[in-house]
């Protein structure tokens, strides 16, 4: 695969971050345990993932690839999550985004759609 692209993140994110991790939500928990140590077909994830002004749930630097799980607190902030991925997109990542009740009640379809989004993507990637 090609050279990882940093995307730099504002310092105080960092913290942020490790707080997210240590209070992930229970889709994230059980999305994580089928992403972690190059499970999902090798690939290196990474939890609650600061990139730029922002911090994404999980992010995969060999695929530039951002993997959202939207719950509840995203039902009021559409905009600003749009505005968000947006942003993100112009620096080359790309998103796949998941609600919480699909990861809890249909982790089957979530990883095969996960699985299927890799294969057709792997040799394009930025």
């Known amino acids: ?3 990882r692209k940093h995307i730099s993140c504002k310092p105080y994110l960092k913290e942020l971050a490790r707080q ?3 209070n992930s939500t229970l889709g994230e928990v059980l999305l994580w345990q089928d992403l972690k140590g ?3 077909l ?3 994830f990474h939890r609650q993932k600061p990139l730029d002004s922002f911090i994404v749930d999980f992010y995969s630097p060999e695929m530039h690839l951002a993997i959202e799980i939207d719950g509840d607190s995203h039902d009021y902030s559409y905009e600003e999550d749009k505005a968000r991925q947006q942003r993100l997109e112009l620096l080359g990542v790309r998103f796949l985004r998941f609600t919480d009740r699909q ?3 249909e982790m089957d379809n ?3 759609e996960l ?3 890799v294969s057709e993507n792997s040799d394009t990637h930025p």
């Open 115 to 117: 699985k299927q989004w």
């Open 42 to 44: 090798g690939l290196d």
């Open 110 to 112: 979530v990883l095969r």
């Open 103 to 105: 990861v809890k009640q």
């Open 1 to 3: 695969m090609e050279k």
């Open 38 to 40: 190059g499970a999902m």
């Open 20 to 22: 997210l991790r240590n």
